[in-house]
């Protein structure tokens, strides 16, 4: 298996941004107020520990405790990739809404 081999999948999926999916109804957050403050630390720590793995960790290694449905398993690298590209889309996301909003 290659260390990449599902990136240009995993790109072809999560930056179309024509595409929309439905998230499966586990991992929708609750409806309820939140604080900013909170989810900026936590996205933070997110990032760092992100980081954190890449400098750390032998990339080339395939993580056996999970599985994205439809993919086999991936290694830490596809997994970063799989943050990046996923955190790409919920930005795009995150922008056309702010540019509805603006407009109306």
Not at 8 to 18: A, C, E, R, S, V
Not at 24 to 29: G, L
Not at 76 to 104: D, N, P
Request: negative net charge; charged residues 30%.
């Amino acid at each position: 298996m290659k260390t990449d081999e599902n990136v240009k999948t995993l790109d072809n999926i999560f930056l179309d941004f024509t595409t929309k999916y439905q998230s499966p109804e586990n991992i929708k957050p609750p409806d309820i107020e939140y604080e900013k403050g909170t989810l900026l630390a936590s996205i933070k720590k997110i990032q760092n520990d992100l980081f954190e793995a890449a400098e750390t960790y032998d990339l080339t290694l395939t993580c056996l405790d999970s599985k994205v449905p439809g993919f086999d398993f991936f290694t830490i690298y596809e997994w970063l990739h799989f943050a990046i590209v996923h955190t790409k889309r919920h930005t795009h996301q995150l922008k056309s809404i702010y540019e509805h909003i603006k407009k109306q």
